[in-house]
């Protein structure tokens, strides 16, 4: 494992200078929005390193070659681990001056896109204009004297992000970021993935779903057996079930309340207000987008969950079993927000497709563990998991003879 900069202030950390890495990948009930990122690294005492210097975390390309040959797939689909922004540093001395063993310092980095929020510049909120555009307008570096802010991917048409809608004079329609990331992402129900290379891309639900889908035909689902335990899953709350009212603009620039949940006539049902009619859509994208969006959050708040579940990398890299390799590599390429799949050895309440909100990769000179945060598809795209078919006999639960795909499939 390394950790560099090439910049202004270029340093290497390499596997004598590492003691430990923890890197954390979203949340744990964050299902729409911008997500979190951050690295964290301790290091051997007093290295060259600078705050607000672009930071970067990878296997090196040997060691990445390495586990290539074993697990298979390419060095590029899991090679990298992190790339932000270098925020401190704390540095413990135990009394060794000019002794590196002596003392320790830790590196606490997180994603360039996290100084946004600190940034002084504004947007402008220009009706008829694309959403996207104005996310793409902060995302600039020019702009924001943040070198290394990403251009932003769009993983669906631009017309199921929608238009902005108002009639704001020119002094009102200024927006911040944190502004925009709440109106135009959080409200609207889209999901901004930060890749392990840094970059970000905005998943409107329905994109999450197809993205899940692709998935599910070549992945191998994840077995109880490949899971440390205990694995703890739960219903997270006790509320009662309640109605969404959404407030959204259709495609003539007209404003319509649409109302969705477990009985929308029974005026007894406790009701949460949702209001996105400074977006408009010029087709009917925006109400399946938010009946999606207010199903999935009542969907989190009563539905089964597993908020985490920790794999032991090293035991699937170096396992003689092929089925565990293959999952050693699909886990190493694993972005947020990325579909996981659980086989049908779980409990019945937990089989099948999840989302993975929250990644947390600790790694240290004898261990490299994973711990992920899923949430139910049910939860976050408003649909039922669908069928996942066994990949291996333990997660069968039918006959052998039964079974008509080719064996070691």
């Given at each position: 494992?390394?950790?560099?900069?090439?910049d202004?202030?270029?340093?290497f950390l390499?596997d004598?200078?590492?003691?430990s890495i923890?890197?954390?990948?979203?949340?744990?009930g964050?299902?729409f929005?911008?997500?979190?990122?951050t690295?964290?690294?301790?290091?051997?005492?007093?290295?060259k390193?600078?705050t607000d210097?672009p930071?970067?975390?990878?296997?090196t390309?040997?060691?990445?070659?390495?586990?290539?040959?074993?697990i298979?797939?390419?060095?590029?689909?899991i090679?990298n681990?992190f790339f932000?922004?270098?925020?401190?540093?704390v540095i413990?001395?135990?009394?060794?001056?000019?002794?590196?063993?002596?003392g320790?310092?830790?590196v606490?980095?997180s994603?360039w896109?996290?100084?946004l929020?600190?940034?002084?510049?504004?947007?402008?909120q220009i009706?008829?204009?694309?959403?996207?555009?104005?996310?793409?307008?902060?995302?600039?570096?020019?702009?924001?004297n943040?070198?290394?802010?990403?251009?932003p991917?769009?993983?669906?048409p631009?017309?199921h992000?929608g238009?902005l809608?108002?009639?704001?004079?020119?002094g009102a329609?200024?927006?911040?970021y944190?502004e925009f990331?709440?109106?135009?992402?959080?409200?609207?129900?889209?999901?901004?993935q930060?890749?392990?290379?840094?970059?970000d891309?905005?998943?409107?639900?329905?994109?999450?779903?197809?993205h899940?889908?692709?998935?599910?035909?070549?992945?191998?689902?994840?077995?109880?057996?490949?899971v440390?335990?205990p694995?703890?899953?739960?219903q997270?709350?006790e509320?009662?079930p309640?109605n969404h009212?959404?407030?959204y603009?259709?495609?003539?620039?007209n404003v319509?309340?649409?109302?969705?949940?477990p009985?929308?006539a029974?005026?007894?049902?406790?009701?949460?207000e949702?209001?996105?009619?400074?977006?408009?859509?010029?087709?009917?994208?925006?109400?399946?987008?938010m009946?999606?969006?207010?199903?999935?959050?009542?969907?989190?708040?009563?539905?089964?969950?597993?908020?985490?579940?920790?794999?032991?990398?090293?035991?699937l890299?170096?396992?003689d079993?092929?089925?565990?390799?293959?999952?050693?590599?699909?886990?190493?390429?694993?972005?947020?927000?990325?579909?996981?799949?659980?086989?049908?050895d779980w409990?019945?309440?937990?089989?099948?497709m999840?989302?993975?909100?929250?990644?947390?990769?600790?790694?240290t000179?004898d261990?490299?563990?994973?711990?992920?945060?899923?949430?139910?598809?049910?939860?976050?795209v408003?649909?039922?998991?669908?069928?996942?078919?066994?990949h291996?006999?333990d997660s069968?639960?039918?006959?052998w003879?039964?079974?008509?795909?080719?064996?070691n499939?």
């Amino acid at each position: 494992m390394s950790v560099w900069n090439d910049d202004a202030e270029p340093f290497f950390l390499g596997d004598h200078d590492l003691q430990s890495i923890t890197i954390n990948r979203g949340s744990d009930g964050s299902v729409f929005g911008e997500q979190e990122h951050t690295l964290e690294v301790t290091t051997t005492f007093l290295q060259k390193v600078r705050t607000d210097e672009p930071i970067a975390c990878a296997i090196t390309d040997y060691g990445a070659q390495q586990i290539v040959n074993r697990i298979g797939g390419t060095v590029a689909s899991i090679k990298n681990r992190f790339f932000g922004r270098i925020g401190r540093q704390v540095i413990t001395d135990h009394g060794g001056i000019g002794d590196a063993a002596k003392g320790s310092t830790t590196v606490y980095a997180s994603k360039w896109q996290s100084q946004l929020r600190n940034s002084e510049r504004v947007g402008n909120q220009i009706d008829g204009e694309q959403v996207m555009y104005l996310f793409q307008h902060f995302m600039r570096p020019e702009g924001s004297n943040l070198p290394h802010l990403p251009d932003p991917l769009f993983t669906a048409p631009s017309s199921h992000y929608g238009h902005l809608s108002n009639d704001l004079d020119l002094g009102a329609a200024k927006i911040t970021y944190a502004e925009f990331a709440t109106k135009y992402l959080e409200a609207p129900g889209y999901y901004v993935q930060n890749t392990r290379a840094g970059h970000d891309r905005v998943f409107t639900i329905e994109r999450m779903w197809s993205h899940a889908h692709d998935d599910l035909r070549t992945h191998r689902p994840l077995s109880r057996s490949q899971v440390l335990a205990p694995a703890q899953w739960d219903q997270p709350t006790e509320d009662r079930p309640r109605n969404h009212s959404v407030l959204y603009t259709n495609a003539l620039g007209n404003v319509r309340r649409k109302t969705i949940g477990p009985d929308p006539a029974d005026v007894r049902v406790p009701v949460t207000e949702h209001d996105v009619s400074h977006i408009k859509y010029v087709n009917e994208y925006q109400p399946t987008q938010m009946n999606i969006a207010m199903y999935s959050q009542e969907r989190t708040n009563s539905g089964y969950r597993i908020p985490e579940v920790e794999v032991d990398l090293l035991r699937l890299i170096t396992s003689d079993r092929r089925v565990d390799r293959d999952q050693a590599q699909q886990l190493l390429a694993l972005e947020m927000g990325n579909a996981v799949f659980l086989s049908n050895d779980w409990n019945h309440n937990l089989v099948g497709m999840h989302f993975a909100l929250g990644i947390k990769e600790k790694i240290t000179p004898d261990a490299w563990n994973i711990t992920l945060s899923l949430m139910p598809a049910i939860a976050v795209v408003g649909h039922w998991s669908p069928e996942i078919p066994p990949h291996i006999w333990d997660s069968a639960r039918y006959a052998w003879d039964t079974e008509t795909r080719p064996w070691n499939h």
